[in-house]
């Protein structure tokens, strides 16, 4: 396993995915009642952007200059992209930074703890050892939070159906394998029909139009309760970039979810575009009944 998400953190696709899902914890925090946050890729939970440039072997462009460095000092934000970045100052902070451009990144882990009420908990699933073993060091003291060395599609069976009946789950796979999308599928099909009512947030990149549409047709065919997609393009199809934008799936998206994702998209797409062709969508790709 290659992939290193050191590289990525803080790119476009990070805070895109971010800014939506300290969204979607607020809106299930709406409810006394507590939930259970099941973050299956669950990553270091908080990166050096020091250290983005350097490789395993040779120097690397770090790709956090045209994410949160785009927005580091914007002022004119709507309030979800707002909220997330105190949230990322906060870990900047806490970090020990004392530069005036971003050092210390957030993960997902790191964002949704310091979010989490005493009725919530949190379970965090990391397959590759020494990024487990980080994200454990900096989760040392988190109350309610249970860190599993495993694969994250297993522990979601494990874990599902929660005695709090409630879950918001994170599916961040890295995308390397060519089956990650129809094991993303999968996973969402068995959350289904363990808790139907699940909030379930899944990433995919903008690489190849065909299997996103793929995707989305396995999704609709699963039935969902309501399937909303947000994605985010910081360039067109043809503007030869690898990833050139990212979407977020999600079943179940709780009310008024999808006018909140759209305004930040808007936002999004004009920060962070690295073309003229750069755009925001949300859309329901099964409308709730
Ligand atoms: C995109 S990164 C996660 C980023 C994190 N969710 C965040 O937003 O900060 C994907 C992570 O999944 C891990 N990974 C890859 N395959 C896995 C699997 N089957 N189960 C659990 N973790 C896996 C990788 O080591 C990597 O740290």
Redesign the pocket.
């Known amino acids: 396993?290659n992939?290193r998400?050191q590289f990525?953190a803080g790119n476009f696709a990070?805070v895109m995915?971010?800014v939506l899902l300290v969204q979607l914890v607020a809106a299930l925090q709406r409810k006394e009642k507590g939930f259970v946050y099941v973050?299956?890729?669950?990553?270091?939970g908080r990166y050096d952007l020091s250290t983005a440039a350097v490789g395993d072997s040779l120097a690397r462009r770090p790709e956090w200059p045209e994410g949160i460095g785009l927005i580091w000092t914007a002022t004119a934000l709507p309030p979800s992209v707002a909220t997330y970045l105190d949230l990322v100052k906060a870990c900047d902070r806490q970090g020990g930074n004392l530069v005036a451009e971003p050092r210390f990144y957030p993960?997902?882990?790191w964002l949704v703890q310091r979010l989490l009420r005493p009725v919530d908990r949190m379970v965090l699933?990391?397959?590759?050892e020494a990024?487990c073993q980080a994200l454990r060091l900096v989760s040392a003291g988190w109350p309610r939070c249970e860190v599993r060395t495993?694969?994250?599609?297993a522990t979601l069976r494990a874990v599902l159906p929660p005695p709090e009946r409630r879950a918001l789950v994170?599916l961040?796979?890295?995308y390397e394998r060519q089956d990650e999308f129809s094991l993303t599928a999968g996973a969402l099909a068995e959350g289904l029909r363990r808790l139907p009512g699940a909030v379930m947030a899944a990433w995919y990149p903008l690489t190849s139009r065909a299997r996103v549409e793929e995707f989305h047709s396995a999704v609709a065919a699963l039935q969902p309760p309501s399937a909303f997609i947000a994605e985010l393009a910081v360039a067109g199809e043809d503007d030869g970039l690898k990833m050139r934008g990212c979407g977020l799936l999600v079943l179940n998206a709780p009310w008024q979810f999808d006018a909140t994702a759209e305004a930040a998209l808007t936002s999004l797409a004009s920060a962070l575009a690295q073309t003229p062709r750069a755009s925001g969508r949300a859309s329901w790709l099964v409308a709730p009944r």
């Not at 973050?39 to 270091?44: E, L, P, S």
């Not at 495993?150 to 599609?153: E, H």
């Open positions: 396993m992939y998400h990525h990070d995915k971010h973050d299956t890729h669950a990553g270091r993960g997902s882990p699933c990391e397959r590759h990024e495993a694969d994250g599609y994170l961040d796979p890295p």
